[in-house]
């Protein structure tokens, strides 16, 4: 009887968006942009939303990496300490106390079960770390990345970008890296009236 696959664990890779909370990537970088430091780039950040949102809305049913590139665009010209503080701020003011009791319960269950827990999320990394930090359980983030240049955000986000339709494959690359059992692993997501999927090696080129 062949124990190879049965001695490897299985992870949990769980959206962050409509899993663990509600409010999507827009809605922190509005929050960025509304506090920007100077008055000229407060009004140019809030400017760049107001113009980013209705194209947002348009691309995120059909070109997810699209939208979030347009999404992050108003951080341009923000210094990378500047988000830091903000992104700690924002996970402590709009965020830690909005996380969802049934995601918290997922998470809880996958630990359980011996998975690696993994959160994916169109947020940019120091969101993504400072939101992990006040939860129990979470072995690892994956998110998204504001580039900069010597120290000032360009707006771009750095390749590869999380919010494409790509997740199957990339879960399936992730477990053969970190030597995870697919078979024994779940995806959690918020398409659809059934949240979980699990991610056969058969199926794991499908979008999640």
């Not at 809030?46 to 997810?64: F, H, M, S, T, W």
């Not at 300490?81 to 997922?106: H, P």
């Not at 940019?124 to 359980?137: C, E, N």
């Amino acid at each position: 009887m062949d124990t190879s696959s049965s001695a490897r664990p299985g992870a949990a890779f769980i959206r962050v968006e409509g899993v663990l909370l509600r409010r999507g990537t827009l809605g922190a970088a509005a929050w960025f942009a509304a506090n920007k430091q100077g008055f000229s780039d407060r009004l140019w950040g809030i400017g760049a939303i107001a113009l980013a949102a209705p194209v947002y809305a348009l691309l995120k049913q059909n070109d997810r990496t699209l939208a979030n590139r347009v999404a992050w665009l108003p951080c341009r010209h923000m210094s990378e300490d500047r988000v830091q503080v903000l992104a700690e701020e924002y996970v402590e003011n709009a965020l830690r106390d909005k996380v969802l009791a049934r995601g918290l319960e997922l998470v809880a269950r996958a630990k359980a079960d011996g998975c690696r827990v993994v959160l994916l999320t169109e947020q940019i990394a120091p969101i993504a770390v400072a939101l992990a930090q006040h939860l129990v359980g979470i072995d690892e983030t994956v998110s998204n990345a504001l580039e900069f240049h010597d120290g000032i955000a360009t707006g771009k986000l750095v390749e590869p970008i999380v919010g494409g339709h790509g997740g199957g494959r990339w879960a399936s690359e992730y477990a053969a890296r970190h030597g995870l059992d697919l078979t024994r692993s779940l995806a959690y997501a918020s398409n659809g009236p059934d949240v979980t999927r699990q991610l056969p090696e058969a199926s794991a080129t499908r979008s999640w």
